[in-house]
């Protein structure tokens, strides 16, 4: 679910606002889209009442991310439910999807073009803080 739609109490938003803060940290030049998902038919089959979405833009291609937007989804678990929070990374350029990386499973770089070896440890750091701040219980140290 876009970001912008998931922002409904002052905890939630300072949140997002940190993530944005997070990945700005690292990647000064990025644009923040808080709404990366069209609202039509086709993408709402897809909605995720339990995920905060953002877009991240260079202004051009970045050589050391393979990619000219990063798409971030923050999984939170349902209400109940004994899971752990998530983070999901892809990166795309103008041909498509480039890489993807979860922080559930094997926690790896897969895809045609994965980002560098330094920016995937600067990713994996960001997504950990990004757990941290959403689940503190859980935070994970690399």
């Not at 709402?44 to 291609?61: E, V, Y």
């Not at 439910?81 to 897969?110: K, M, N």
Request: include cysteine; hydrophobic fraction near 35%; charge should be negative.
């Amino acid at each position: 679910m876009n970001a912008s739609e998931q922002a409904t109490t002052i905890d939630l938003v300072s949140k997002i606002a940190a993530v944005v803060n997070l990945m700005r940290s690292e990647f000064p030049d990025l644009a923040v889209d808080f709404s990366p998902w069209l609202n039509n038919s086709e993408t709402r089959k897809f909605d995720d009442p339990n995920s905060i979405d953002f877009g991240f833009h260079f202004p051009g291609h970045s050589f050391s991310c393979q990619s000219r937007s990063i798409l971030m989804q923050i999984r939170l678990p349902a209400a109940g439910e004994d899971q752990s929070v998530a983070v999901e990374l892809s990166g795309h350029c103008y041909t498509g999807q480039q890489w993807r990386y979860s922080t559930q499973g094997i926690e790896e770089f897969w895809g045609i073009a994965p980002p560098l070896s330094q920016t995937q440890l600067r990713f994996k750091q960001i997504c950990q803080q990004v757990i941290g701040l959403f689940d503190p219980a859980n935070q994970r140290h690399l």
